[in-house]
């Protein structure tokens, strides 16, 4: 085991360790909700929460006009 010298978690692998000491221990969350305040220090984790939280809603465009092939709205709660 691998053990953090700031705060003590534990890690069964090196690699999770660094990765705990490089972006979460002692910093900030740098990614936010675009629908509630939660923030997560990982991009992982924020996906996570986006499709847990909140209902997820994929359009197809049909526009031959438009750049894009379909949008993606977040909205709301999952539990609304």
């Given at each position: 085991?691998?053990?953090?010298a700031?705060?003590?978690?534990?890690?069964?692998?090196?690699?999770?360790?660094?990765?705990?000491?490089?972006?979460?221990?002692?910093?900030?969350?740098?990614?936010?909700?675009?629908?509630?305040?939660?923030?997560?220090?990982?991009?992982?984790?924020?996906?996570?929460?986006?499709?847990?939280?909140?209902?997820?809603?994929?359009?197809?465009?049909t526009?031959?006009?438009?750049?894009?092939?379909?949008?993606?709205?977040?909205?709301?709660?999952?539990?609304?």
């Amino acid at each position: 085991m691998y053990a953090c010298a700031r705060c003590a978690k534990l890690y069964k692998l090196k690699s999770s360790l660094n990765r705990h000491l490089r972006y979460e221990c002692g910093h900030e969350p740098k990614f936010h909700c675009t629908v509630c305040p939660y923030r997560a220090k990982l991009r992982e984790h924020l996906k996570s929460h986006y499709a847990a939280k909140h209902v997820v809603t994929t359009i197809v465009n049909t526009d031959p006009d438009t750049d894009y092939d379909h949008v993606v709205l977040l909205t709301g709660s999952a539990y609304e």
